[in-house]
């Protein structure tokens, strides 16, 4: 990834900010974009620097098409070209049953994970170089419906899996498209929504016995930005320790 450009939406903590550093590693100049997470952005900014690559962060409701176009323009402004984009940004916000569910909360969770990707992407795609490529962030519990309360959260990621197959046949062969379906991963998102119990089966569930980690997601998300997997798109790659299998 030497002397290449990759922006990282949310990526300022967690699996994010994991893929802005593994990118870095191999060479990547970055921009990063996070919504609250102000001093682990820093942080994260200091750490590709001393990499000795370029980085900046920029605060951003990607939800919004004026902050969109502001991360995408300054992103070509400070680096002069784009070569890959990953969308690690979204979120649960809240576990609640359809019966119970709000039109706002249905509107707000598929704005987050759906609508911010579907702006970043349609910004980012004209300044893509070619040979450039997309990489989502679906989730297992698009394969299996998620957990209780999440099914609009659900719902949004497998529609960012059917996005991703359209968006590889219609960017190709210029641009390739994949997604990953990350499963029980060690993040700030499980700390907040699923209770110490429910880890600890879940884990316990899989082939590996364990949680994944941050940097592991990172690995397979630089892999598919990367010329590596030059044959591969239009995929929704599984990484979950073994736990469901597609």
Known sequence: MKGKTVLVSGGGRDIGKACAIEL??????????????????????????????????????????????HVVSKTVE???????????SGGLIDRVKIAEMSDSHWDRVMDVNLTSLFMMTRACIPHINKGGSIVTFASQAARDGGGPGAVAYATSKGAIMTFTRGLAKELGPDIRVNSLCPGMISTGFHDTFTKPEVRVNVAGATALKREGTSEEVAKLAAFLASDESSYMTGNCVDINAGLFFS
């Open 24 to 69: 870095a590693k191999r060479g990547a100049n970055v921009c990063i974009t996070y919504y609250s997470s102000d001093a682990s952005a820093a942080d994260a900014v200091k750490e590709i620097e001393a990499l000795g690559v370029k980085a900046i962060a920029i605060k951003a409701d990607l939800t919004k098409l004026e902050d969109v176009e």
């Open 78 to 88: 400070t680096f002069g070209s784009l070569d890959s984009l990953l969308h690690v």
